[in-house]
């Protein structure tokens, strides 16, 4: 489906100039720009879209918070109770070096199954109004963007009970958080195509995963993992898009150029893939939703 | 509107090229299965054509009537012109901004007001929230709802969403309007005013692409009629002429009693 405005050539150009046209053609379909195009066009959607997400979590703003954060703060006190008292781990301030990590591995995992069911919810809608379909995916990455950010402040209130130090490093933050974004949004894009299509995706994708999470080092340092099996911790991106996100917190020093290029490039890597992975499903989703 | 219309009275309003459109018979519910059947290189989806191959103007400001039987592809065209459904081979193109107007009420969310239905429908269009504020009495006032628009949708009756859909879809600006059994919902009242809206549209220079089985309507405001069988055009012409066509064929489809016949075009892909 194209809708690149194309000029007539039997046609006098004032014409073609004001009328929004669009080719809805047999094809590959339209590139990643021209879907950007279509998604900004489709802003005011957009932008209830999140609006609709947050409203929902938020609606009462405290109790909204917390229960944002109830997940994360009931599993930094089993982990630490489990790892720094009973494994003694000698990790500084456990909580914030849980926390640095968990929070972006929550927002990844929430994200990621929020856009599969976003895809099953609103099919009916893509099945009677034209809009670009990866506004679905697109909207879960920036509500869940917005929690991470929100997620943020208990966070800060934890490392200041903590007495741990703050570092100006942390303005890298938001870079750190676009990366991740775009990372998360390439991957919910594959996933959430592959799941018009297969209903076992869901389920067989949470229980990854969920294993997943013991393969990076989220509540354990990186220094425990045998020399043998560095490789196989490393070729997990999401470790590099975390450590990103945890250098500024916890360490508070500006994360490695290496560090950022992997991730980068991870990140660019899952958008094109999960947009050609997208593009080719989405012609055959009316069919199937 | 119509002034903007007329200058471009040179290029069609919607044009399909040879639109095919194939819909699988077959479906692979699970990811393991997919693989078995990769593996054994039976994943091939058994397809049926909905549309075979039409070809159809439509000039700017025409209204264009549908009709045909159930199934024979006159909501799978307009689902094209809406640019919903992906053509399999072909193309259509269509000239200036659409309200489609297909199943009214979906994009509906039943917990919210009327009221904040048609912003949130509004954007579904591409309507910016100043837009639909500009519109908003409007439409509530058209919709003949009263105090119920600020209640919530689930409240509502089939016939009440109905008025609402109907009330945003018309009030949105657009030069070429997509209709789909509208005309079949609603009471008389909504009914008289759903035709007396198609005018006004048709007379402020829309293009409109009509589906009803509502013959009486389409000989009063179409231009010209479409008529469809088995995906594709069997006659297109004066609504009359169309009509009877239609009419004549009615008698002798009945007599066929196998209507799976005209599924029956299959061929694998």
Redesign the interface.
């Known amino acids: 489906?194209s809708t690149t405005p194309r000029v007539?050539q039997?046609?006098?150009t004032?014409?073609?100039a004001?009328?929004?046209?669009?080719?809805?053609?047999?094809g590959p379909?339209v590139s990643l720009l021209d879907e950007a195009r279509d998604l900004v066009?489709?802003e005011?959607?957009l932008?209830?879209l999140v609006m609709?997400d947050l409203t929902v979590r938020y609606k009462r703003s405290v109790l909204g918070v917390l229960w944002t954060m109830l997940n994360p703060l009931l599993m930094m006190l089993i982990f630490t109770l489990v790892f720094s008292a009973f494994f003694r781990f000698e990790i500084k301030h456990f909580e914030v070096y849980f926390l640095s990590e968990y929070l972006p591995w929550i927002f990844f995992s929430q994200t990621t199954v929020n856009s599969m069911a976003s895809m099953a919810w609103n099919g009916?809608?893509?099945?009677?109004?034209?809009?670009p379909k990866s506004i679905f995916a697109l909207a879960a990455t920036l509500s869940g963007i917005a929690n991470l950010a929100i997620s943020c402040i208990p966070l800060a209130i934890i490392m200041l009970i903590k007495g741990a130090p703050f570092s100006g490093a942390v303005v890298v933050l938001p870079l750190s958080f676009l990366i991740l974004g775009v990372f998360t949004l390439g991957v919910s894009l594959t996933l959430s195509s592959?799941s018009v299509?297969?209903?076992?995706?869901k389920e067989?994708y949470q229980a990854a995963v969920f294993g997943l999470m013991y393969l990076a080092p989220i509540i354990y340092p990186m220094s425990i993992v045998p020399e043998k099996y560095l490789w196989l911790v490393r070729l997990n991106p999401l470790v590099h898009l975390m450590q990103i996100i945890r250098d500024p917190i916890y360490y508070g020093r500006l994360p490695t150029s290496q560090d950022l290029m992997i991730s980068s490039i991870w990140a660019f890597v899952a958008l094109i893939s999960g947009w050609l992975m997208f593009r080719r499903l989405s012609?055959?989703f009316?069919?199937?939703l | 509107m119509l002034i903007r219309v007329r200058c471009y009275q040179a290029v069609k309003a919607i044009e399909f090229d040879s639109v095919t459109v194939r819909f699988p018979t077959t479906r692979i519910p699970f990811v393991k299965e997919w693989f078995v059947r990769k593996l054994r290189g039976t994943a091939a989806v058994e397809t049926f054509a909905a549309l075979s191959d039409v070809s159809l103007d439509i000039e700017h400001g025409e209204c264009l009537g549908l009709i045909g039987f159930n199934g024979a592809g006159k909501s799978t065209l307009l689902r094209v012109a809406a640019g919903v459904i992906t053509p399999s081979a072909g193309r259509a193109v269509v000239r200036g901004s659409v309200a489609p107007l297909i199943e009214l009420g979906t994009g509906f969310d039943h917990e919210l007001s009327g009221r904040e239905n048609i912003f949130f429908n509004g954007a579904l269009l591409g309507r910016s929230q100043r837009t639909m504020r500009a519109r908003v009495d409007e439409i509530v006032e058209f919709s003949g709802l009263g105090q119920f628009i600020d209640l919530p949708l689930r409240t509502y009756s089939t016939g009440m969403v109905a008025r609402l859909a109907f009330s945003i879809a018309t009030a949105v600006d657009a030069a070429v309007v997509l209709l789909d059994e509208i005309l079949a919902v609603g009471d008389a009242s909504l009914r008289e005013r759903c035709e007396e809206r198609i005018r006004r549209f048709h007379k402020s220079g829309c293009t409109i692409l009509l589906v009803s089985h509502d013959l009486a309507s389409i000989e009063k405001l179409c231009d010209r009629a479409v008529f469809l069988e088995e995906g594709r055009i069997v006659a297109l012409g004066k609504p009359p002429e169309v009509i009877r066509a239609y009419g004549e064929r009615s008698g002798f489809h009945e007599l066929r009693h196998d209507r799976s016949e005209s599924l029956g075009i299959s061929d694998s892909r």
């Open positions: 489906m007539e039997d046609t006098p004032v014409a073609t004001a009328i929004p046209e669009f080719c809805n053609a047999a379909g066009a489709h005011h959607l932008r209830s609709r009916p809608l893509m099945k009677r109004v034209r809009i592959l299509y297969f209903a076992d995706i067989t012609t055959g009316y069919a199937q």
